[in-house]
């Protein structure tokens, strides 16, 4: 009997999944070929959420088989129904004879017409994708029957934490179909970056001046839904002296934030511009809490604090992040305050920065995070999708 060969489709190269894929090649049998729509990633780009041209300074190609299907859409972009269109595609998969298909999310146009080529073809799909209603309310009828009929096409769906299961739930996906496969970075690169980070986090806290203090860290796009506005209320509101907040990243209210923090110049609040996937193990080495404040539903999951945690440094959440229920456990592996309580955060950091002074509190929860944070690897990602492949071809 032939082995199963997979086709995976996504949008474009990840810093996330491309360590994902390179890993499954190096350490299962799968055989796969994975096919992007677009070069964003690959090449210098303008990301209008953080204001900033970059191109992600780790290797996203090599060691896995993939190849680039032609765009041709008037207006390339990986944030449109309309941004991506590769008539190609059907021609590329019909090559490799894949025995089934994955994709990774619905919302382009490429992606809802190879469903229904697929379909028609009784080639098995498989879905992956992060949603979740946390924040939302119910969803509307039309909508919850629009993602019945969607999420009916597909032979098996992997879910990546509880809150993206309970929203398949909603959405009509039998129990039987779905399968854990958790989101997860590249561990293997914040380990091995770890002393290196280390040493770059005590020159950078001895050059800002945060020696002995607790520091709290945001990483990531200065927008208005990850509300780092809150977070800088919130710290300022609490008058430590012992404590200093630093904003790693860039973003449309970052001139704000800095205007906010010089009206208040007792605070310890510095600004760090945005830093490339190699820089990001000494940010994360610097803290001693990450701080992911977002609210609603833009934070399907949260892989900065998978990142942190890598590297044992536990979590200030908001009860509307995705990652939430499985990594942020109160008062274990971090923090949670509710994100329609507006005094909920202030009282949830003090907290934190009173339990990280303490020795004993802060080894244990180093620890606690260590051990949840290792059932959140490639290993697992890879057993879910491997036994969602062998239902769907069963």
């Not at 990531?220 to 509300?227: E, F, R, T, V």
């Not at 802060?362 to 999708?385: K, N």
Request: charged share 20%.
């Amino acid at each position: 009997m032939n082995e199963p060969r997979l086709t995976i489709v996504l949008s474009h190269p990840t810093q996330y999944y491309s360590p994902w894929f390179r890993w499954l090649r190096t350490n299962t049998n799968l055989t796969f070929r994975v096919f992007y729509l677009s070069d964003f990633g690959l090449r210098s780009t303008v990301d209008e959420k953080f204001g900033h041209t970059f191109a992600w300074d780790i290797d996203l190609t090599s060691g896995y088989d993939w190849e680039q299907v032609p765009n041709r859409a008037a207006q390339p972009d990986t944030l449109r129904y309309d941004g991506l269109k590769n008539p190609e595609i059907f021609e590329r998969v019909s090559r490799y004879a894949p025995s089934a298909v994955l994709l990774f999310g619905y919302k382009y146009h490429t992606h809802l017409r190879l469903i229904a080529w697929c379909r028609l073809r009784r080639i098995p799909l498989l879905f992956r994708g992060d949603s979740h209603v946390i924040g939302r309310g119910r969803l509307p009828s039309k909508t919850r029957w629009a993602l019945r009929l969607l999420y009916a096409q597909f032979a098996a769906i992997t879910y990546v934490g509880q809150a993206n299961h309970d929203y398949f739930r909603l959405c009509g996906a039998p129990q039987r179909k779905l399968f854990f496969a958790p989101h997860a970075v590249d561990a293997a690169r914040f380990t091995a970056a770890a002393p290196v980070a280390q040493a770059e986090a005590r020159d950078l806290r001895e050059k800002i001046g945060l020696i002995g203090k607790i520091v709290v860290l945001f990483a990531g796009k200065l927008i208005p839904s990850k509300q780092p506005e809150a977070l800088l209320d919130a710290f300022i509101g609490l008058d430590d002296p012992n404590a200093a907040l630093v904003f790693v990243g860039d973003g449309p209210v970052k001139s704000d934030l800095r205007a906010r923090a010089q009206r208040s110049p007792q605070a310890q609040v510095h600004f760090l511009p945005f830093a490339n996937q190699s820089e990001m193990p000494s940010r994360y080495a610097l803290a001693d809490l990450l701080a992911l404040p977002s609210r609603g539903a833009y934070e399907t999951w949260g892989l900065a604090v998978n990142e942190a945690m890598h590297l044992g440094v536990p979590a200030l959440v908001s009860d509307h992040v995705g990652c939430q229920r499985d990594l942020v456990e109160d008062g274990k592996t971090g923090w949670v305050f509710s994100a329609e309580d507006p005094g909920s955060l202030r009282s949830k950091l003090r907290e934190a920065l009173s339990a990280l002074r303490q020795p004993a509190q802060a080894s244990a929860l180093r620890d606690h995070v260590h051990d949840r944070i290792a059932h959140f690897t490639y290993a697992q990602t890879s057993a879910g999708l491997q036994a969602a492949l062998a239902y769907a071809l069963h």
